[in-house]
């Protein structure tokens, strides 16, 4: 129930929901109704019927329909100057047959635009905000953003057009030889700074003074219109065939002869003067948008905006082709007038003064809704951040309506901005810049819909009917063709210039709250080729890159505290491939671990925006940590697009978690195709200190390969060397993809760190290790230590015979370190030092190579089956990489490096 009565009884909070929403059709009529009943008193008899109507239409209270909201603002910027001025050139030049051809273009193009708009108008509720509103809620803050900018452009140049028009009617009107008429740029700057200004007054009225103001505005440009069509419906003074050289003298009135010396272009007319004059013509058809400014002031915007927006076109081409039929016919030889042709109108109408009047009051009228226009599209780009500099989040004040200053800010920065541009030149000139600029918002438009389309945004729901896929194909491809004819360059500097501020804006802008378009077609295009990687059924090494799933246990704040390193590193470590931050909140399925799980992620994107690396957040929920890992690294990722390395922090790093069970993960991920890399002292990765060393010594610090087989203990397994080829490959592969990085390619370098049983061995391993390092074609420094005293103080033990492998003499010798490995399970180190002083050995090594190292990498032995040697393997861990500078045991289990073409 939507009477009066029904809404004094309703809650004043859902009645004001209702009424700023306008959720109920005809809610806002009914109240306004009684509003006025109220206030008006019809009832009362003072006035009567119709005066009451006529003080409603000219002081109306509620919002306004088609006609005064959508019709008379796109009917003011339509029928503009070019009617009175232009088009007796224009049928002087083209004839009245081009003409009709370029206005049939022009109600092509028109109703593009209006399909477009009436697309997205009835796609939603609309509110107070004009075209940016309406593209910018349907396409988001990118492109609506970048939109907007060329939205304030053509506002800006449309004002600069009308100003500099109105300079030329005046200069016109008190011409008397119009063929001595050359446009004066100095006079023009002051007739338009003084027009600019009472235009912005006006405008600072309001919307409503505004639709008071275009009414009477539109009623006399009205009346200079059919004064000026019935003047040339006159009997005239010459006669056909009569050569004239003044333009009363060719006047013949209503004439089949005149009609047809005016039918055809001139001798040599040209693609290129058809191109030059369409645009000087379409130019008053870029009024047409002024019909959307007031969509929070118009009563329903889905009807009345297609509706007002038709019919204002429709009746501006009416009026041209009655205007052009009414020249052509009534005027003998139009091409033979040259400039003197350009005030025809003027000198044939029953009063100069009436046409000036008209053509006054149109530009009067289109300067005033470009103001409002361009300001309002200012204003709503603060609000939502894409205007560079100018942010309601850093300068608050600028939403704010406490004061004139703070409400008006935005028409003076328009203003300012149009009075800074009024030197721009005579309307000739601007005109192909606002005519390029009309054609490329509705080329922008349509490939926006139609991208809504292809994408199948299930939220775009259109009602306009004669809106389709076809439409937004026609849309987006014509006008940019007309574009390229009309001029080139310019049309290439549009297309540039709108790309390269979308793409800013999709670097910088916030987050919208009203979506953006261009996630929408991201979504759809991964979703495509994530179906079409699926579908690859080969496997190659050749594109291999690490994909990281880091696991976590601790809170994000905890770990940015305590170890960002470790997550920078990871960052650097990625070079193009996927990387997931995960975390098990360890609890029993239910409402609370759905809520700790919603927590944590938050917290984790929240992280990841702060420290600007490129991850994704993963959470699982598991009654222990070791499930949780478990859906983490089986269920991350999507499709082929998944993790294939664990980064796993050191034990004692991972809350709630202990030794055992941080073994047991291990031995898991071992078992399936996953690479592993345990992290440990990363907290001591200072990335300060490495750009520090460089810069005081000029030398890169080394990231360290130690190419070496570390058996453990537990794992006293005779050749066991084969196991440790992929994963020492595995080591080379991530210190090189790790330098691949532009700040760690500048401050580091790769060293392969390698160990021989006896002091004359090591020039040979560190040629072997070139020949292959160039093989693979990693640039690295190599180093080759020996232990030969190390294996001395065991000579009192039975020294068992190595058992070296005989060389194959078609081997080639580049392939030495995995394939004769110097120091293996079989060698003198091996055979002669007991486990536990082998360990103690690497890691003397480690600590005594770890001035200059910045950060080292190890290949990890697997986890024995022996439960038993199992236990002691973390410990085993333990002892090796004690002390050690910044360490990543790496296990892998299939070759990444490809040598191949």
Same mark, same amino acid.
């Not at 690859?536 to 960002?564: A, D, G, I, Q």
């Not at 194959?808 to 490995?821: C, M, N, R, T, V």
């Not at 082998?838 to 910045?854: F, G, K, M, P, Y």
């Given at each position: 129930?939507?009477?009066?009565?029904?809404?004094?009884?309703?809650?004043?909070?859902?009645?004001?929901?209702?009424?700023?929403h306008?959720?109920?059709?005809?809610?806002?009529?009914?109240?306004?109704?009684?509003?006025?009943?109220?206030?008006?008193?019809?009832?009362?008899?003072e006035?009567?019927?119709?005066?009451?109507?006529?003080?409603?239409?000219?002081f109306?209270?509620?919002?306004?329909?088609?006609?005064?909201?959508?019709?008379?603002?796109a009917?003011?910027?339509?029928?503009?100057?070019?009617?009175?001025?232009?088009?007796?050139?224009?049928?002087?030049?083209?004839?009245?047959?081009?003409?009709?051809?370029?206005?049939?273009?022009?109600?092509?193009?028109?109703?593009?635009?209006?399909?477009?708009?009436?697309?997205?108008?009835?796609?939603?509720?609309?509110?107070?905000g004009?075209?940016?509103?309406?593209?910018?809620?349907?396409?988001?803050?990118?492109?609506?953003?970048?939109?907007?900018?060329?939205?304030?452009?053509?506002?800006?140049?449309?004002?600069?057009f009308?100003?500099a028009?109105?300079?030329?009617?005046l200069?016109?009107?008190?011409?008397?030889?119009?063929?001595?008429?050359?446009?004066?740029?100095?006079?023009?700057?002051?007739?338009?700074?003084?027009?600019?200004?009472?235009?912005?007054i006006?405008?600072?009225?309001?919307?409503?003074?505004?639709?008071?103001?275009? &009414?009477?505005?539109?009623? #006399?440009?009205? %009346?200079?219109?059919?004064? =000026? /069509?019935?003047?040339?419906? *006159?009997? $005239?003074?010459?006669?056909?065939?009569?050569?004239?050289?003044?333009?009363?003298?060719?006047?013949?009135?209503?004439?089949?002869?005149?009609?047809?010396?005016?039918?055809?272009?001139?001798?040599?007319?040209?693609?290129?003067?058809?191109?030059?004059?369409?645009a000087v013509?379409?130019?008053?058809?870029?009024?047409?948008?002024?019909?959307?400014?007031?969509t929070?002031?118009v009563?329903?915007?889905?009807?009345?905006?297609?509706?007002?927006?038709?019919?204002?076109?429709?009746?501006?081409?009416?009026?041209?082709?009655?205007?052009?039929?009414?020249?052509?016919?009534?005027?003998?030889?139009?091409?033979?007038?040259?400039?003197?042709?350009?005030?025809?109108?003027?000198?044939?109408?029953?009063?100069?003064?009436?046409?000036?009047?008209?053509?006054?009051?149109?530009? &009067?009228?289109?300067?005033? #809704?470009?103001? %409002?226009?361009?300001?309002? =599209? /200012?204003?709503?780009?603060? *609000?939502? $951040?894409?205007?560079?500099?100018?942010?309601?989040?850093r300068?608050?004040?600028?939403?704010?309506?406490?004061t004139?200053?703070?409400?008006?800010?935005?028409?003076?920065?328009?203003w300012?901005?149009?009075?800074?541009c009024?030197?721009a030149?005579?309307?000739?000139?601007?005109?192909?810049?606002?005519?390029?600029?009309?054609?490329?918002?509705?080329?922008?438009?349509?490939?926006?819909?139609?991208?809504?389309?292809?994408?199948?945004?299930?939220?775009?729901?259109?009602?306009?009917?004669?809106?389709?896929?076809?439409?937004?194909?026609?849309?987006?491809?014509?006008?940019?063709?007309?574009?390229?004819?009309?001029?080139?360059?310019?049309?290439?500097?549009?297309?540039?210039?709108?790309?390269?501020?979308?793409?800013?804006?999709?670097?910088l802008?916030?987050?919208?709250?009203?979506?953006?378009?261009?996630?929408?077609?991201?979504?759809?295009?991964?979703?495509?080729?994530?179906?079409r990687? $699926?579908?690859?059924?080969?496997?190659?090494?050749?594109?291999?890159?690490?994909?990281?799933?880091?696991?976590?246990?601790?809170?994000?704040?905890?770990?940015?505290?305590?170890?960002?390193?470790?997550?920078?590193?990871?960052?650097?470590?990625?070079?193009?491939?996927?990387?997931?931050?995960?975390?098990?909140?360890?609890?029993?399925?239910?409402s609370?671990?759905?809520?700790?799980?919603?927590?944590?992620?938050?917290?984790?994107?929240?992280?990841?925006?702060?420290?600007?690396?490129?991850?994704?957040?993963?959470?699982?929920?598991?009654?222990?940590?070791?499930?949780?890992?478990?859906?983490?690294?089986?269920?991350?990722?999507?499709g082929?697009?998944?993790?294939?390395?664990?980064?796993?922090?050191?034990?004692?790093?991972?809350?709630g978690?202990?030794?055992?069970?941080?073994?047991?993960?291990?031995?898991?991920?071992?078992?399936?195709?996953?690479?592993?890399?345990?992290?440990r002292?990363f907290?001591a990765?200072?990335?300060?200190?490495?750009?520090?060393?460089?810069?005081?010594?000029?030398?890169?610090?080394?990231?360290?390969?130690?190419?070496?087989?570390?058996?453990?203990?537990?794992h006293n397994?005779?050749?066991?060397?084969?196991?440790?080829?992929?994963?020492?490959?595995?080591?080379?592969?991530?210190?090189?993809?790790?330098r691949?990085?532009?700040?760690?390619?500048?401050?580091?370098?790769?060293?392969?760190?390698?160990?021989?049983?006896?002091?004359?061995?090591?020039?040979?391993?560190?040629?072997?290790?070139?020949?292959?390092m160039?093989?693979?074609?990693?640039p690295?420094?190599?180093?080759?230590?020996?232990?030969?005293?190390?294996?001395?103080?065991?000579?009192?033990?039975?020294?068992s015979?190595?058992?070296?492998?005989?060389?194959?003499?078609?081997?080639?010798?580049?392939?030495?370190?995995?394939?004769?490995?110097?120091?293996?399970?079989?060698?003198?180190?091996?055979?002669?030092?007991?486990?536990?002083t082998?360990?103690?050995?690497?890691?003397?090594?480690?600590?005594?190579?770890?001035?200059?190292?910045?950060l080292?990498?190890?290949?990890?032995?697997?986890?024995p089956?022996?439960?038993?040697?199992?236990?002691?393997?973390?410990?085993?861990?333990?002892?090796?990489?004690?002390?050690?500078?910044?360490?990543?045991?790496?296990?892998?289990?299939?070759?990444?490096?490809?040598?191949d073409?």
């Open positions: 129930d939507t009477t009066p009565d029904s809404m004094a009884d309703a809650d004043p909070s859902e009645t004001e929901e209702l009424i700023n306008a959720e109920v059709d005809g809610f806002l009529d009914v109240r306004a109704e009684h509003v006025e009943g109220a206030d008006e008193g019809e009832p009362h008899g006035a009567s019927p119709r005066g009451w109507w006529l003080q409603r239409f000219l109306p209270k509620d919002k306004m329909g088609s006609f005064r909201g959508v019709y008379v603002p009917c003011i910027g339509v029928i503009g100057p070019t009617l009175f001025l232009k088009i007796s050139a224009v049928l002087a030049e083209s004839g009245l047959l081009l003409t009709f051809a370029m206005i049939a273009l022009i109600s092509l193009l028109s109703f593009l635009l209006i399909s477009g708009i009436s697309a997205i108008v009835t796609n939603g509720r609309m509110r107070m004009g075209p940016y509103y309406l593209i910018s809620r349907t396409l988001g803050a990118e492109l609506g953003g970048a939109i907007g900018f060329l939205l304030v452009f053509e506002h800006v140049v449309a004002v600069v009308y100003l028009t109105i300079s030329e009617i200069f016109l009107a008190n011409t008397p030889d119009p063929t001595a008429y050359v446009f004066d740029s100095r006079s023009a700057e002051i007739v338009s700074t003084v027009f600019l200004a009472m235009c912005a006006f405008a600072l009225l309001g919307l409503r003074w505004y639709s008071i103001i275009a &009414v009477l505005l539109f009623g #006399v440009k009205m %009346i200079a219109v059919f004064v =000026a /069509i019935i003047s040339f419906l *006159r009997p $005239g003074s010459a006669s056909p065939q009569h050569a004239c050289l003044h333009s009363k003298d060719c006047f013949t009135g209503p004439s089949e002869e005149s009609l047809r010396s005016n039918l055809y272009p001139v001798k040599d007319f040209t693609l290129s003067n058809f191109v030059t004059l369409f013509v379409f130019a008053a058809f870029s009024g047409l948008s002024c019909g959307a400014n007031l929070g002031d009563k329903h915007a889905g009807r009345n905006i297609p509706r007002g927006m038709a019919f204002a076109s429709l009746t501006g081409v009416m009026l041209f082709i009655a205007m052009a039929m009414a020249i052509s016919s009534s005027v003998w030889g139009l091409h033979d007038l040259g400039n003197e042709g350009r005030d025809l109108v003027m000198l044939i109408s029953f009063s100069k003064w009436i046409i000036v009047a008209g053509m006054v009051a149109c530009c &009067v009228g289109t300067v005033i #809704v470009h103001l %409002i226009g361009g300001a309002t =599209a /200012i204003r709503l780009m603060v *609000r939502d $951040g894409v205007l560079f500099g100018l942010d309601v989040k300068l608050p004040f600028l939403d704010s309506r406490q004139w200053l703070r409400r008006e800010w935005q028409l003076l920065l328009i300012l901005i149009v009075q800074c009024v030197f030149g005579s309307p000739d000139v601007v005109a192909p810049m606002l005519s390029l600029s009309f054609l490329f918002l509705t080329s922008v438009v349509n490939a926006a819909l139609l991208l809504l389309i292809l994408i199948g945004a299930p939220s775009f729901r259109p009602k306009f009917r004669l809106f389709s896929r076809y439409t937004a194909l026609v849309g987006m491809v014509l006008p940019l063709v007309v574009m390229f004819f009309i001029n080139t360059t310019l049309t290439l500097i549009f297309i540039g210039a709108f790309f390269v501020v979308l793409v800013v804006l999709m670097i802008s916030p987050p919208a709250e009203f979506g953006e378009i261009t996630h929408a077609v991201l979504y759809h295009q991964v979703r495509k080729y994530l179906l990687l $699926g579908m690859t059924k080969t496997y190659t090494t050749k594109f291999w890159r690490p994909s990281l799933l880091l696991l976590e246990t601790k809170r994000p704040s905890e770990f940015e505290h305590e170890n960002p390193e470790l997550v920078q590193f990871a960052n650097a470590l990625k070079k193009g491939g996927l990387f997931v931050v995960a975390s098990v909140v360890v609890e029993e399925y239910g609370e671990a759905l809520r700790m799980r919603d927590r944590l992620l938050d917290a984790w994107s929240q992280l990841i925006q702060r420290t600007q690396i490129k991850a994704l957040p993963v959470c699982t929920i598991a009654p222990t940590v070791r499930t949780g890992i478990h859906h983490a690294c089986l269920l991350a990722g999507l082929r697009m998944k993790p294939n390395t664990l980064l796993l922090d050191w034990f004692s790093n991972m809350s978690m202990c030794p055992a069970e941080y073994v047991s993960i291990i031995k898991d991920i071992q078992m399936t195709d996953m690479h592993i890399v345990l992290c002292n907290e990765l200072n990335v300060a200190a490495i750009q520090d060393h460089y810069r005081r010594t000029g030398r890169p610090m080394y990231i360290d390969v130690w190419a070496l087989p570390v058996s453990m203990p537990s397994v005779k050749g066991a060397w084969p196991e440790y080829n992929p994963s020492v490959n595995m080591c080379l592969q991530l210190a090189n993809t790790l691949m990085n532009r700040w760690w390619k500048q401050h580091t370098q790769m060293r392969v760190m390698a160990l021989v049983d006896n002091d004359s061995d090591v020039f040979t391993e560190v040629a072997r290790w070139q020949a292959y160039r093989y693979i074609r990693m690295a420094a190599i180093r080759a230590d020996s232990v030969q005293a190390r294996i001395e103080q065991f000579r009192n033990r039975a020294p015979t190595p058992k070296m492998r005989a060389k194959d003499p078609s081997e080639p010798q580049f392939l030495g370190p995995h394939a004769i490995p110097h120091v293996s399970t079989d060698s003198l180190f091996f055979s002669h030092v007991d486990p536990d082998r360990l103690r050995v690497v890691n003397e090594r480690i600590l005594a190579h770890s001035d200059s190292t910045c080292s990498f190890l290949p990890l032995s697997p986890i089956s022996d439960e038993l040697m199992s236990v002691r393997y973390l410990g085993d861990l333990d002892a090796l990489t004690l002390n050690s500078p910044p360490l990543a045991l790496v296990y892998s289990r299939t070759e990444v490096i490809f040598t073409l």
